[in-house]
Nanobody, 114 residues
Framework: QVQLVESGGGLVQAGGSLRLSCAAS????????MVWHRQAPEKQREFVAQ???????YYADSVKGRFTISRDNAKNTMYLQMNSLKPEDTAVYYC????????WGQGTQVTVSS
């Protein structure tokens, strides 16, 4: 069974940066689309970023130009580089792998203070 573990969240001031990591239990990132979602308190879970096995990326309008999704297949790890953070980015961030069955991590908290 695939397992995903997010890390790198924390507290940061507005305008700061964080890099989230998502480590997988197997070599799966090279053949599957991977995504980041987030969920803020009292809000619906929302899509943040996507990276296909072929290297194509797609971002939610709210994070374009500020966030970058990437992967390192050799390390079985995906990343979300978050720059110019805003208080509205505060949420629990989840990584996912979109195969025949989607797999999701437990999430990591990102809090952006003003």
């Amino acid at each position: 069974q695939v397992q995903l573990v997010e890390s790198g969240g924390g507290l940061v001031q507005a305008g700061g940066s964080l890099r989230l990591s998502c480590a997988a239990s197997g070599s799966i990132f090279g053949i599957n689309t991977m995504v980041w979602h987030r969920q803020a308190p009292e809000k619906q879970r929302e899509f943040v970023a996507q990276l296909t096995s072929g290297g194509s990326t797609y971002y939610a309008d709210s994070v374009k130009g500020r966030f970058t999704i990437s992967r390192d297949n050799a390390k079985n790890t995906m990343y979300l580089q978050m720059n110019s953070l805003k208080p509205e980015d505060t949420a629990v961030y989840y990584c996912g792998v979109m195969g025949a069955k989607p797999f999701w991590g437990q999430g990591t908290q990102v809090t952006v203070s003003s």
